[in-house]
């Protein structure tokens, strides 16, 4: 990497832990006002200072988000479907210049393998990355498996695999069975795991633990933390499993404990 984008990498990942927490709140770009992001700054601010980095849409970020904030962007740059329609159907939606204007550390969009639209997502993350290395910024590639496929080590391995492939400096995607098998298959590219759809905090808190013993360079969540019952305590638990190397019934303490 050259400087400036090792620059824009080490923003990201926490130095002491070598590993990063993600707080994502892109949701919007396809699924409009998601539950818990009807007012996303006043959902974002408080969880703010446990993230490293904070994944976001250029709209939302200039709308919701005050310029004195000083978090890392990791900014969503894909799109073009709704919920009511094929999600693999998307395009680049925000050009480089202007994430270069937001100060991005680094560029996202996702890559639909096995779904309709395979080949334009492909292309999408070839583009960026081609954009990336002429201006020093890192890509994140989000990835996703198509409906008839199995979220297992076989598909998101060969969907991370080709990302990594294609350019991708950091890989996103879903946690499994055998996870370690999809890490091997990412090399020296840093894999977080995404955290889907809400889940019961003890169970989001063991798939980050575990995800992590996998060899999983951190987590990227958003549901599992803005629709939680407690958004602060759970955004603290999922930093402690991630950079102090807290248990799971040490993070549930935090998450129990820490002021609504």
Same mark, same amino acid.
């Given at each position: ?14 130095? !002491? ?22 007012? &996303? ?5 408080? &969880? ?55 100060n991005a550390s680094a560029?996202?969009?996702s890559v639909y393998v096995? /779904? ?22 890192? %890509?994140?590639? %989000?990835?996703?498996? /198509? ?43 840093? %894999? ?7 889940? @019961?905090?003890?169970?989001?808190? @063991? ?7 996998d060899g999983a360079a ?8 803005? !629709? ?9 638990? %999922? ?10 019934? @040490? ?10």
């Amino acid at each position: 990497m050259e400087w400036g984008m090792k620059n824009r990498f080490s923003r990201i990942m926490n130095a !002491q832990s070598g590993r990063c927490v993600m707080l994502a709140v892109d949701h919007g770009y396809f699924q409009g006002p998601t539950t818990g992001l009807e007012n &996303l700054g006043k959902t974002v601010e408080p &969880l703010l200072p446990f993230a490293d980095a904070l994944m976001i849409t250029r709209g939302a970020l200039r709308n919701w988000i005050p310029a004195e904030m000083n978090k890392p962007i990791v900014l969503r740059v894909s799109g073009g479907q709704s919920i009511l329609k094929e999600l693999s159907n998307e395009i680049i939606t925000t050009s480089i210049e202007d994430a270069i204007r937001i100060n991005a550390s680094a560029i996202t969009c996702s890559v639909y393998v096995g /779904g309709e639209h395979e080949k334009q997502t492909i292309q999408n993350l070839a583009e960026l990355v081609n954009q990336g290395e002429a201006y020093g910024i890192p %890509v994140l590639a %989000v990835t996703a498996v /198509g409906k008839e496929m199995v979220r297992d080590a076989r598909y998101l391995g060969l969907a991370c695999r080709m990302c990594v492939e294609v350019g991708a400096h950091m890989v996103k995607t879903y946690y499994c069975q055998d996870f370690q098998k999809v890490v091997e298959a990412c090399g020296n590219v840093p %894999v977080v795991i995404a955290g889907g759809k809400k889940i @019961e905090e003890k169970a989001a808190l @063991e798939m980050a633990y575990n995800a992590l013993q996998d060899g999983a360079a951190g987590v990227d969540m958003g549901r599992n933390v803005f !629709q939680s019952d407690n958004p602060v305590g759970m955004m603290k638990a %999922v930093k402690a499993v991630v950079h102090e190397k807290a248990s799971v019934s @040490e993070a549930l303490k935090i998450y129990k404990s820490s002021a609504k």
